[in-house]
């Protein structure tokens, strides 16, 4: 993979692992062409305006890297004299640092930091001392940094540029997190895996139900999603720094207004922690959706969906909730209740909605005697983590036994990013 011209980009898509078919359907929904899904990602060729608009829509990726070059580095002098070629001021701003995430494999060059010195040697910028930023989405204060990413695979090195910058995930607007908190690119990803709306019909109603909704991610990347907005308004990219941004195109990409045509989603959260019902609150102010949630500190056991007849065939009805999983099996006797408590209330209250809940034990999953099938598995902090759906609660075993090919349902809703 190469550059092949000055506005077409080979691109990586990052994502977590089990996530990529719906990343998949994501770009392809943003009409780019896709060149082969890998682990962890997929390669993609993007147009400029590609490229800005993957960034500002894309919701389960992490980053999209921007290949640079591939050159031969079988010992240090080869590095540093191909290095010297790379016209190194297209992606790092004045004034930047630059920072280098190396892996070697199968190459006679391992020495990771070794290959990071010499690369910012050549590209003339300082090396920052630190990495990604902690995995929170407080404002970056700190001077910036342009990041690369080299991968060495028998003696040849693959330089690309992070056009994200900050990590997709970082959205902005979750700058209070309660105990836990998911990433918001899973969240993403389980909403997506169940085909929460992106292009509502405007014949039926759209309602999100979270009963553990901690600071309140799924909640907000499900008003995000349901109003056509991208899942982090506002914020701003690597590219936006490089030397051939495009501020006319980037303006076209953003231009793209949100529906007001579409139902405006129900949407109910809530959590037993006060303190996490704050946060949930404050993070939906700052997305811009706060009036589009209803948030209570309550229990599980005094959770209820929003007010009105329960979901008809035009409706689209899901609770998607991530309950706490605690780590260890000695803690499963109060775990077991919670579960029990919470499949008991969807039996009793949430009759035609379906259910989806992120977990890490089937075995405590079961305890809430619904008809649960597979529907994603990822990680989420290092840990096996499976989304488990079940169909329209009250109907037979909770519904038909269906299940949806992960992304098929996801497709870009009118005013929305059109394929670009
Ligand atoms: C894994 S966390 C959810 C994290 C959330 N998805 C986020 O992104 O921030 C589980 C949440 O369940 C809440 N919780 C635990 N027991 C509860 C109960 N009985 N009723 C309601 N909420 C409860 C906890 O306070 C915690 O915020």
């Given at each position: 993979?190469?550059?092949?011209?000055?506005?077409?980009?080979?691109?990586?898509?990052?994502?977590?692992?089990?996530?990529?078919?719906?990343?998949?359907?994501?770009?392809?929904?943003?009409?780019?062409?896709?060149?082969?899904?890998?682990?962890?990602?997929?390669?993609?060729?993007?147009?400029?305006?590609?490229?800005?608009?993957?960034?500002?829509?894309?919701?389960?990726?992490?980053?999209?890297?921007?290949?640079?070059?591939?050159?031969?580095?079988?010992?240090?002098?080869?590095?540093?004299?191909?290095?010297?070629?790379?016209?190194?001021?297209?992606?790092?701003?004045?004034?930047?640092?630059?920072?280098?995430?190396?892996?070697?494999?199968?190459?006679?060059?391992?020495?990771?930091?070794?290959?990071?010195?010499?690369?910012?040697?050549?590209?003339?910028?300082?090396?920052?001392?630190?990495?990604?930023?902690?995995?929170?989405?407080?404002?970056?204060?700190?001077?910036?940094?342009?990041?690369?990413?080299?991968?060495?695979?028998?003696?040849?090195?693959?330089?690309?540029?992070?056009?994200?910058?900050?990590?997709?995930?970082?959205?902005?607007?979750?700058?209070?997190?309660?105990?836990?908190?998911?990433?918001?690119?899973l969240a993403a990803a389980m909403l997506a895996a169940?085909?929460?709306?992106?292009?509502?019909?405007?014949?039926?109603?759209?309602?999100?139900?979270?009963?553990?909704?901690?600071?309140?991610?799924?909640?907000?990347?499900?008003?995000?999603?349901?109003?056509?907005?991208?899942?982090?308004?506002?914020?701003?990219?690597?590219?936006?720094?490089?030397?051939?941004?495009?501020?006319?195109?980037?303006?076209?990409?953003?231009?793209?207004?949100?529906?007001?045509?579409?139902?405006?989603?129900?949407?109910?959260?809530?959590?037993?922690?006060?303190?996490?019902?704050?946060?949930?609150?404050?993070?939906?102010?700052?997305?811009?959706?706060?009036?589009?949630?209803?948030?209570?500190?309550?229990?599980?056991?005094?959770?209820?969906?929003?007010?009105?007849?329960?979901?008809?065939?035009?409706?689209?009805?899901?609770?998607?909730?991530?309950?706490?999983?605690?780590?260890?099996?000695?803690?499963g006797g109060d775990l077991r209740d919670l579960y029990?408590?919470?499949?008991?209330?969807?039996?009793?209250?949430?009759?035609?909605?379906?259910?989806?809940?992120?977990?890490?034990?089937?075995?405590?999953?079961?305890?809430?005697?619904?008809?649960?099938?597979?529907?994603?598995?990822?990680?989420?902090?290092?840990?096996?983590?499976?989304?488990?759906?079940?169909?329209?609660?009250?109907?037979?075993?909770?519904?038909?036994?269906?299940?949806?090919?992960?992304?098929?349902?996801?497709?870009?809703?009118?005013?929305?990013?059109?394929?670009?």
């Amino acid at each position: 993979m190469s550059r092949t011209d000055r506005t077409d980009f080979d691109t990586l898509a990052v994502c977590a692992p089990g996530v990529e078919p719906l990343l998949d359907a994501e770009l392809a929904a943003l009409g780019i062409r896709r060149r082969r899904v890998v682990r962890g990602g997929v390669e993609a060729v993007m147009r400029q305006r590609q490229l800005y608009a993957a960034n500002l829509w894309l919701r389960t990726a992490t980053r999209v890297l921007v290949r640079v070059e591939t050159f031969g580095a079988g010992t240090f002098h080869e590095l540093e004299r191909n290095a010297a070629l790379i016209d190194w001021q297209r992606w790092i701003p004045a004034g930047a640092a630059v920072s280098f995430r190396v892996t070697s494999h199968r190459s006679r060059l391992d020495h990771t930091v070794a290959i990071a010195e010499r690369l910012a040697a050549a590209s003339g910028a300082e090396l920052a001392t630190t990495g990604d930023r902690r995995d929170d989405e407080s404002p970056d204060d700190s001077a910036p940094v342009a990041r690369f990413v080299v991968r060495l695979d028998r003696n040849q090195c693959t330089l690309s540029a992070d056009s994200s910058g900050e990590p997709l995930h970082h959205r902005g607007w979750r700058r209070q997190v309660a105990k836990a908190p998911l990433r918001p690119t899973l969240a993403a990803a389980m909403l997506a895996a169940v085909g929460w709306p992106t292009n509502p019909s405007p014949a039926g109603r759209v309602m999100f139900a979270d009963p553990f909704c901690g600071s309140g991610t799924l909640a907000i990347e499900a008003a995000l999603a349901a109003t056509g907005q991208p899942p982090s308004p506002g914020r701003t990219f690597a590219f936006m720094d490089w030397a051939d941004f495009a501020a006319g195109t980037w303006a076209s990409v953003t231009a793209v207004s949100s529906l007001d045509d579409g139902p405006v989603p129900l949407i109910v959260a809530a959590d037993r922690d006060a303190g996490a019902v704050a946060a949930t609150v404050a993070n939906a102010g700052r997305a811009g959706v706060a009036e589009l949630l209803s948030v209570t500190c309550a229990s599980v056991s005094a959770f209820a969906p929003p007010p009105g007849p329960p979901p008809g065939p035009d409706d689209v009805a899901w609770v998607v909730t991530n309950p706490p999983w605690g780590g260890r099996l000695d803690s499963g006797g109060d775990l077991r209740d919670l579960y029990a408590t919470f499949g008991q209330v969807m039996r009793e209250r949430f009759t035609r909605w379906r259910v989806a809940m992120l977990v890490t034990d089937r075995h405590l999953a079961a305890h809430t005697g619904l008809g649960l099938d597979h529907a994603l598995v990822t990680t989420s902090g290092g840990i096996g983590v499976q989304l488990l759906v079940t169909g329209p609660i009250g109907e037979k075993r909770d519904g038909p036994r269906r299940r949806r090919a992960p992304g098929g349902p996801t497709r870009p809703r009118r005013g929305s990013p059109k394929p670009t």
